[in-house]
């Protein structure tokens, strides 16, 4: 469908610059340039979940009159577009001042999700929110980052539960007036369009175009009237249809966007694949040098010098692969001057994980990659392992490093808490959070400062749950059942858990319930409450999540537990925020080595959440025995029956003998004291040594810096 551009309501001269600022995403991570939109309407920021381009689609004339004449907030308007200028040219960088490269010539980042702000839905987890944080920081550090994913009009599904708890998906094609988004042009304001071969076919790809500061990420979209109409869906979805749909996607993302990024002037001195969906990318690479005179084997290892790949799958059945027969079908446009080379290529995705050989992505993007890396320590252990004959085929002794994810801390910290920092922490610890000992200072504040804001901050969310399902009950008139899921009976003051992500079988969502009756009795002690927050959504292909999500849904709904379980739907950023920062506990269980990161404990604990969890991922890096809990039941099992038991148990022995007496261990004044002292050591520990801005700088000093200066010539 034509997209028309969006109706620009007037604004005074003088308070032009509200929509330049309200088109760039660099206000989402920045307070104050917020506030301007919090003070010019605050029941419109509130009622538009805090995107300003539909607020200044609603705000009234009058109002904007007023504030054109209010010095206040002419002075606070002054100061946003002054900062974000000078976020745009960035200079005096950390980029700059490390490297003296500026910005001649970019790094390409591509993904195929991007979870930047709640206003526009192109994400559907971890890897989207990894990404949207990758941007956010490479903009605070002012590096020369393009970014290339999709637009999805449809983005991700909203989630709504039927009566008896079953997910039922709902697509909702983005309102393009109300996201911050603008079309992509060329010379003399033409847009943006790119041809990709797809089969025996072209399909075109309209560029979108996002601001981030000093970053810039172009968005892909085939919804076109030139398409045909089974084209126009590709990029209709995220994840979305089969593996027929999923291979066009990708080749769509990778020579799409090696094509778009060309158009656009752009000529990238690396080339950085988040996930192996973007693997695509070398092909077209690969061809625009055999184009230029230069051989295959000559070809593949520029491209192999110049690019990066980080793999976030610690399942070999997790990484996508085809049949050669469909990759032959739908690049069969795209061969062009491959010629004899064709077979070469196919050969680089060829692997056999166990199913018999395919063309493998993951496979593809490590036989084209100078720079691999997994995204924790223990995440790079398992992918040397999984793919260990694919390296010793290319004689990579030790062929995958590690970089652990990070939180982007300006995204994710609450507003509330930083203020507390500015009084207590040393003055540079916004512009130094990787620093370790910015953060010692964390141990001064005062006990009850802290604590009371934590039982803020959990107020907060219980509102913001509430409200949640006021709302439910008067536009959607649910049932009373899914109202008392949805936590209108839970208790402000009482000790609460929270369990946010994916619903994956292997995430192990169910595991708490593992001895229903012991679970009802911690959780109802008269003196001592413990509430359970659930929030996530399920593949929609994915029938088990479905299953253990309504599981879940029917604990909310079992008066055993007396309203102190609950699961909050249609997760999101926005719902992401309140539950990291409201939380007392965050859990994670997953079954062990399945997940591969995971980020939500590190923006919970920057918070002062603290975590309890299994050995996996992040947290064996993290944990020190002092700033948060281990699931450790001392013992391994071949059966999954027998580990969920031992694991169980040992979260029940934390729970009844040292989480829930903790919390409700108080002085004469109703202040934990031993609660706060591990408060303090999680948000000590945690915030420099997971934040994106350790985990970027790790990026360029190890595969950004490197791979410039072989192509510099000053390796």
């Not at 169980?648 to 031993?674: G, S, T």
Request: glycine share 8%; hydrophobic share 40%; with cysteine.
């Amino acid at each position: 469908m034509e997209q028309h551009e969006p109706e620009r309501p007037e604004l005074p001269d003088r308070v032009a610059g509200l929509r330049e600022l309200s088109y760039d995403l660099w206000w989402a991570w920045h307070d104050h340039a917020r506030e301007v939109f919090r003070v010019l309407d605050y029941p419109l920021w509130r009622a538009t979940a805090h995107n300003p381009v539909k607020l200044l689609q609603l705000v009234s004339a009058e109002r904007l009159g007023e504030v054109a004449g209010d010095p206040a907030f002419l002075h606070l308007y002054d100061s946003a577009l002054e900062q974000l200028h000078r976020a745009r040219t960035a200079r005096d960088t950390w980029w700059s001042r490390r490297t003296g490269l500026g910005h001649a010539r970019p790094i390409a980042y591509c993904s195929a999700e991007f979870a930047l702000h709640q206003s526009l839905p192109i994400y559907a987890g971890g890897l989207g929110v990894l990404a949207g944080d990758h941007c956010k920081e490479a903009s605070d550090l002012g590096l020369p980052l393009i970014a290339i994913g999709f637009m999805y009009p449809q983005g991700y599904f909203h989630q709504r539960l039927s009566a008896d708890g079953w997910q039922e998906e709902h697509y909702v094609r983005l309102d393009w007036q109300d996201a911050p988004i603008e079309r992509a042009t060329l010379a003399h304001d033409q847009d943006c369009v790119i041809a990709v071969p797809l089969g025996n076919r072209t399909v075109l790809a309209q560029v979108w175009h996002v601001r981030l500061g000093c970053v810039q990420l172009y968005l892909l979209d085939t919804d076109l009237e030139e398409n045909a109409p089974w084209d126009r869906e590709l990029s209709a979805r995220l994840y979305g249809g089969d593996r027929e749909m999923r291979i066009q996607q990708e080749i769509v993302l990778g020579i799409g966007g090696v094509r778009a990024v060309r158009a656009l002037g752009y000529d990238p001195i690396l080339w950085h694949l988040n996930e192996g969906h973007a693997a695509f990318v070398v092909l077209q690479r690969i061809r625009d040098l055999i184009e230029h005179g230069t051989r295959f084997d000559q070809a593949l290892e520029e491209v192999r010098r110049t690019t990066a790949f980080t793999t976030h799958t610690p399942v070999a059945a997790g990484h996508d692969a085809f049949p050669f027969s469909m990759v032959e079908t739908h690049l069969a446009g795209c061969w062009g001057s491959l010629g004899e080379s064709r077979e070469a290529f196919l050969a680089l995705g060829g692997y056999d994980n166990g199913q018999g050989t395919q063309f493998n992505m993951t496979a593809l993007a490590v036989r084209s990659s100078g720079a691999i890396n997994g995204v924790s320590e223990l995440h790079g252990e398992v992918t040397r392992k999984m793919w260990a004959p694919l390296f010793e085929e290319l004689g990579r002794p030790d062929p995958v490093t590690s970089v652990t994810n990070g939180m982007h801390v300006p995204s994710w910290l609450s507003v509330d808490m930083a203020r507390l920092f500015d009084q207590y922490l040393d003055a540079r610890w916004r512009e130094q959070h990787d620093d370790p000992t910015v953060w010692e200072d964390v141990l001064t504040i005062p006990d009850e400062e802290l604590w009371h804001l934590r039982q803020r901050l959990r107020r907060h969310l219980f509102t913001f749950v509430r409200e949640r399902m006021r709302d439910r009950w008067l536009n959607q008139h649910v049932s009373p059942a899914r109202v008392l899921s949805g936590g209108t009976l839970l208790d402000a003051g009482a000790l609460t858990i929270g369990f946010a992500r994916r619903f994956a079988t292997y995430k192990r969502a169910e595991l708490v319930f593992h001895d229903p009756a012991r679970l009802a009795h911690i959780l109802n002690q008269l003196k001592r409450p413990v509430q359970i927050i659930f929030a996530g959504k399920a593949h929609p292909a994915d029938d088990p999540g479905k299953r253990a999500l309504q599981g879940v849904y029917h604990r909310a709904v079992d008066p055993a537990y007396g309203g102190r379980v609950a699961f909050v739907d249609d997760y999101d950023l926005h719902v992401a925020h309140f539950l990291v920062q409201g939380c007392d506990v965050w859990l994670n269980n997953p079954r062990k080595p399945l997940e591969a990161s995971g980020t939500s404990g590190m923006k919970a604990s920057l918070n002062g959440v603290l975590n309890v969890s299994i050995g996996d991922g992040w947290w064996p890096e993290g944990y020190t025995g002092t700033n948060g809990w281990l699931i450790d039941p001392g013992e391994s099992h071949d059966d999954p029956a027998a580990q969920d038991a031992a694991d169980a148990e040992a979260l029940y022995r934390l729970l009844e003998d040292q989480i829930v007496p903790a919390f409700y261990e108080r002085d004469d004044h109703d202040v934990p004291r031993r609660w706060i002292r591990m408060v303090k050591e999680a948000i000590r520990t945690i915030a420099p040594r997971f934040s994106t801005r350790r985990m970027l700088k790790e990026y360029v000093e190890r595969t950004y810096l490197p791979a410039i200066e072989v192509v510099t010539g000053k390796g």
